[in-house]
């Protein structure tokens, strides 16, 4: 590691890190009370609108009460008992209907409402008048006495889409007396939540036992279904607890919710609910400031210890350079460095070792003198043993009479070649030897590319040097080579080189040797094809790394992919390479631990995938 690395690192240690793990750990404990405190304002806020919920609703009930017990309902008359219909009709404008109904629940008389709607009033359609009658069951409030009221199930109001509950009131004493009924709309509970929503806590719904949105301050969720992970968390009524509220937090998307009963008897809960990323967001930008600043103090350290280490470095390298001149045999040369520290030290330390290594040199030239002398001794010695090896090498040289043979062929080859081609040149081009001549000379080609290949194939292969290698970079440099030929026949070459790959582990020499091999059988393939496109990429599948080589070819048939592997074995229309290009392309693939896969059908193309292992 460079002496520029270490100090970054001391200072990164010393000074960033320490700073980043304080100030986040700091912004960690502030995100903590945010949210603590986010948590009570939203109880709060729940339990407020709870109690307001509960007053507006109760006022309403009330006022209808009242009205009902003060009116004498048995000695009205027909029209009397219409009046105080009217009469509690207009007890509030959240009220859209008033009839009246006899013991067992049926309808006396004839209801007061309005089609259209009046003065605040809600609209109310006749056709829902049976809904309204059969939302409140009368019969609960047989035993009450007069003005006794009660609320029904919730339901929705056709003529906006609004919710509503019925709420009945008990017209005399008695088991067989009246009822009046009346539907409340939650007009006025909307406008509530959207004012208290307003305050910047989020959503705030107020919800029934089936878990219905009844109000909301966004007025599109009415009647909606909570979300199940909701539901999961709201609070059962219960009697020891009428007015409990919680507070907790849900996941995708993350967000802080806080749910209330509805006081007075009422089955309703309010819920109060808020993004926790613009809940959080004060904190969460306060991070990213931390993070800028940390990275704006690490940017001047590194310009620091820059400055610092290019100065130390100039004195390093008069030391370096004494050091090398002794390598290299100058042992009279004498490293100047000027100062008081210790690379002064170490530039006096290098001088004495000078010094000292002169006088051994000198020392040795002597020893040689005795060592010669020691040499002719041991010369006979060496003689009978030569005399051994001979004889081994004689051995020896009888296992590579097979490579020499194709070797030396080659010899012969190169003259008729060049005694063909010296014929060819004094030849014009309406000669009629001169065809002859050229089916020679290529013919001598192909005889020397067959040895040449036979030769390296039947050589020893050298142990694949395995490491890390960038499959990337290896890709890029087999195009380099082969992109300007590639393009020259007219071929559409597409890349697609995934980022961020890992390396391999594979020999960089024969991963560039398979590469090249793959692109030579593509382009071959694609001669005679109209559309003639080559795709490589890379990536990574079930933990290994891939590199595809897909061409627009002839394709190859299903009776003879079995054996595109095989030494010697080739269905190119242009011969070359006697077939060796793959065979040799998949040795050096299973030496890497690799495996290559072909997928491909008669006149549709091929695709050659090489799967290497990871680094």
Same mark, same amino acid.
């Given at each position: ?28 404990? &502030? ?14 806020? *729940? ?34 008992? &219409? ?24 309808? @006396? ?8 709607? %009046? ?10 008048? +049976? ?40 017209? *005399? ?34 919800? !029934? ?9 966004? #007025? ?10 909701? /539901?999961?968390?709201?609070? *059962? ?7 409990? /509220? ?34 959080? &967001? ?36 008069? /030391? ?20 008081? !520290? ?12 000078? *010094? ?11 020893? $040689?003198?005795? @060592? ?23 051995? &020896? ?31 014009? !081009? ?21 040895? +040449? ?15 890390? %290698? ?22 559409? @070459? ?9 390396? /391999? ?7 560039? +040797? ?6 030579? $059988? ?54 070359? $390479? ?34 290497? #292992?990871?680094?």
């Amino acid at each position: 590691m460079r002496l520029y690395q270490q100090l970054v690192l001391f200072m990164l240690a010393a000074t960033v890190l320490p700073l980043a793990a304080v100030g986040f750990l700091l912004l960690s404990r &502030a995100e903590a009370e945010l949210a603590r405190r986010i948590d009570a304002a939203q109880r709060e806020q *729940a339990t407020a609108t709870a109690e307001a919920v509960s007053a507006s609703l109760m006022e309403v009930v009330d006022a209808l009460a009242r009205s009902a017990e003060a009116f004498d309902w048995e000695a009205a008359t027909e029209a009397e008992t &219409a009046g105080g219909l009217r009469l509690l009709y207009h007890q509030s404008p959240t009220v859209s209907a008033v009839l009246k109904l006899d013991a067992d629940g049926q309808p @006396l008389g004839h209801p007061v409402f309005r089609a259209q709607a %009046v003065d605040g009033h809600p609209a109310f359609d006749a056709d829902g008048m +049976q809904r309204l009658v059969n939302a409140m069951p009368v019969q609960t409030l047989r035993g009450g006495g007069k003005g006794q009221a009660a609320l029904g199930g919730a339901y929705v109001h056709t003529e906006d889409g609004r919710a509503a509950v019925a709420v009945a009131v008990k017209l *005399a004493d008695g088991e067989r007396a009246p009822f009046a009924v009346a539907e409340v709309v939650f007009t006025s509970l909307e406008a509530l939540l959207h004012r208290r929503a307003s305050g910047g806590l989020g959503r705030i719904d107020l919800v !029934d036992e089936s878990r219905r949105v009844l109000a909301s301050s966004e #007025p599109e969720r009415r009647m909606q279904a909570l979300a199940p992970e909701l /539901v999961a968390h709201l609070l *059962a009524p219960t009697a020891s607890l009428p007015e409990a /509220v919680r507070s907790f937090r849900l996941e995708s998307p993350a967000r802080r919710v806080s749910v209330a009963r509805v006081p007075q008897g009422l089955r309703f809960d309010v819920v109060v609910e808020e993004d926790e990323a613009t809940a959080l &967001a004060p904190v969460r930008a306060m991070r990213r400031t931390v993070l800028a600043s940390i990275g704006g103090t690490f940017v001047v350290l590194l310009g620091l210890g820059a400055l610092f280490t290019r100065r130390l470095n100039r004195r390093l390298a008069d /030391v370096v350079a004494g050091a090398e001149a002794y390598g290299r045999g100058e042992l009279d040369k004498r490293v100047k460095v000027e100062g008081q !520290d210790e690379l002064s030290e170490l530039a006096t330390t290098f001088n004495r070792m000078g *010094a000292e290594l002169e006088a051994a040199r000198a020392r040795m030239l002597r020893w $040689n003198d005795d @060592l010669r002398a020691r040499v002719d001794e041991a010369t006979a010695e060496l003689k009978a043993a030569q005399a051994q090896l001979l004889e081994a090498q004689k051995l &020896a040289a009888v296992g590579q009479l097979g490579a020499g043979v194709a070797h030396e062929i080659n010899n012969p080859l190169a003259g008729i070649l060049g005694n063909v081609q010296l014929l060819m040149l004094d030849r014009n !081009d309406a000669d009629p030897d001169l065809d002859t001549l050229r089916k020679i000379e290529l013919s001598a080609k192909r005889c020397k590319e067959i040895t +040449q290949n036979l030769l390296r194939f039947s050589q020893q292969r050298e142990r694949a040097e395995l490491r890390p %290698v960038d499959l990337n970079a290896v890709v890029r440099d087999a195009l380099s080579l082969t992109e300007h030929q590639t393009r020259g026949e007219g071929i559409t @070459l597409v890349t697609e080189l995934a980022e961020g790959l890992g390396r /391999v582990r594979a020999d960089p020499g024969h991963l560039s +040797q398979v590469v090249l091999a793959l692109l030579s $059988n593509a382009r071959t393939a694609m001669l005679k094809t109209p559309v003639k496109r080559l795709t490589l990429r890379t990536g990574e599948r079930d933990g290994r790394a891939f590199l595809e080589v897909e061409d627009t070819g002839k394709g190859i048939a299903a009776d003879i992919r079995p054996r595109i592997f095989e030494p010697f074995f080739t269905t190119k229309d242009v011969w070359s $390479n006697v077939g060796l290009g793959l065979s040799v392309a998949w040795r050096m693939v299973t030496e890497a631990k690799g495996t290559i896969e072909v997928r491909s059908e008669a006149g549709q193309g091929a695709c050659f995938t090489v799967l290497l #292992p990871k680094a």
